[in-house]
T-cell receptor
Framework: EADIYQTPRYLVIGTGKKITLECSQTMGHDKMYWYQQDPGMELHLIHYSYGVNSTEKGDLSSESTVSRIRTEHFPLTLESARPSHTSQYLC??????????????FGPGTRLLVL | GQQLNQSPQSMFIQEGEDVSMNCTSSSIFNTWLWYKQEPGEGPVLLIALYKAGELTSNGRLTAQFGITRKDSFLNISASIPSDVGIYFCAGRKTGANNLFFGTGTRLTVIP
């Protein structure tokens, strides 16, 4: 059972608002990830972190930013939300030694709707 | 471009039937993972494969890491209505740091 949490689960917000999506894991994993997914479609990596104070952009360009000040916490921020940001945002983490660290465990996701 | 080709895109089957889906790539992968995602939820890990030729079961699910390291398949035996969802393959390619995800197979089970 994966212990990775995301809040809020659902968010409806107006254009121009600043939002932060929270992600926390209690597994002590070093690596954390943010994916963007439109309903029923594939996952696109937008940010990842291999440890505290380490963040990288993923394959899909995103206007969001992330921070990793604590191992267990990897929040994602949008400074000014737009309708094009409407999507589901999934957080994941992985850890351990060897090949096991490649196995990512996902949170339940945040469904964002920007009006 | 798309790194992983997953097929079929969707399946409609009768309860009790077996299901087979696969993922292929032109690149060599070191790890294959299979996830199931239900509407409004995050993907849940079903099976992880780490070695070429590896065959692993999880209840009614069986997955194999292809010998060529360029493919993997997932079988579900005796499907039940709660098997409904989207099944994603994912893998780590040689030389890459992160996972690539397939486009998903949407499974519908008709009672």
């Amino acid at each position: 059972e994966a212990d990775i949490y995301q809040t809020p689960r659902y968010l409806v917000i107006g254009t121009g608002k600043k939002i932060t999506l929270e992600c926390s894991q209690t597994m002590g994993h070093d690596k954390m990830y943010w994916y963007q997914q439109d309903p029923g479609m594939e996952l696109h990596l937008i940010h990842y972190s291999y440890g505290v104070n380490s963040t990288e952009k993923g394959d899909l360009s995103s206007e969001s930013t992330v921070s990793r000040i604590r191992t267990e916490h990897f929040p994602l921020t949008l400074e000014s939300a737009r309708p094009s940001h409407t999507s589901q945002y999934l957080c994941a983490s992985s850890g351990g030694q060897g090949r096991i660290q490649e196995t990512q465990y996902f949170g339940p996701g945040t469904r964002l709707l920007v009006l | 471009g798309q790194q992983l080709n997953q097929s079929p895109q969707s399946m409609f089957i009768q309860e009790g039937e077996d299901v087979s889906m696969n993922c292929t790539s032109s690149s060599i992968f070191n790890t294959w993972l299979w996830y199931k995602q239900e509407p409004g939820e995050g993907p849940v890990l079903l099976i992880a494969l780490y070695k070429a030729g590896e065959l692993t079961s999880n209840g009614r699910l069986t997955a194999q890491f292809g010998i060529t390291r360029k493919d993997s398949f997932l079988n579900i035996s005796a499907s039940i209505p709660s098997d409904v969802g989207i099944y994603f393959c994912a893998g780590r390619k040689t030389g890459a740091n992160n996972l690539f995800f397939g486009t998903g197979t949407r499974l519908t089970v008709i009672p």
